[in-house]
């Protein structure tokens, strides 16, 4: 079975520092990727980053990067210069091909001015 | 422009009605997806399909019926078998099956049994 784990119910960093939100997944398959996305108080979902498995190089996005550790099943989200609008849900996925998403349980993340 | 249309916003259900949500899509994408998201469990598939007149059972079906009779619409009824509805709805759609393709996702239906 494909399943996220994200320890993290709550997190709160400081505006300007940088946070870390962790996640961990489990998988047999070799194929895959893996995303983060983000969920304003809006609801709305939107995609942060995305990282294919075959590639080795951490996926960044702005002040958006990743830690993907493949052998560890790890796959942890940076958040450089946090800014009051990070302030959101935070949700890790893994997806293969032909497939559905499998989502994390969320990081709801504080950002304190 | 393109994106994902959720309708409505807010919708309330007296015990024992269907409910019918829906979703609406200009991108041109072929799969289109229902999830269920409850605070602390994450989002659950309910279903999901992948064309026109096709679709399949999600993680939690039970109690929920679709259709997909145009590439736009995915239509979602909550119907009176579902025991717990209360919970916010989200749809999605994607190009396709590859495991790189990621969802656009609506803004979401908040249903509440009353």
């Known amino acids: 079975a494909q399943t996220v784990t994200q320890s993290q119910p709550e997190m709160s960093v400081q505006e300007a520092e940088t946070v870390t939100l962790s996640c961990t997944y489990d998988t047999s398959e070799s194929d895959y990727y893996l995303f983060w996305y983000k969920q304003p108080p809006s609801r709305q979902m939107i995609l942060v980053i995305r990282q294919e498995a075959y590639k080795q190089q951490n996926a960044t996005e702005n002040r958006f990067s990743v830690n993907f550790q493949k052998a560890a099943k790890s796959f942890s989200l940076k958040i450089s210069d946090s800014q009051l609008g990070d302030a959101a849900m935070y949700f890790c996925?893994?997806?293969?091909?032909?497939?559905?998403?499998?989502f994390g349980t969320g990081t709801s993340l504080t950002v304190i001015p | 422009d393109g994106g994902i249309t959720q309708s409505p916003k807010y919708l309330f259900r007296k015990e024992g009605q269907n409910v019918t949500l829906s979703c609406e899509q200009n991108l041109n994408h072929d799969a289109m997806y229902w999830y269920r998201q409850d605070p602390g469990q994450g989002l659950r598939l309910i279903y999901y399909?992948?064309?026109?007149?096709d679709f399949q059972k999600g993680d939690i079906a039970e109690g929920y019926s679709v259709s997909r009779e145009k590439k736009e619409s995915f239509p979602l009824t909550v119907t009176s078998a579902q025991k717990n509805p209360t919970a916010f709805y989200l749809c999605a759609s994607s190009w396709g099956q590859g495991a790189g393709y990621g969802y656009t996702f609506g803004s979401g239906t908040r249903l509440t049994v009353v």
């Open positions: 399909s992948q064309i026109v007149n």
């Open positions: 996925a893994y997806k293969i091909s032909g497939n559905q998403f499998y």
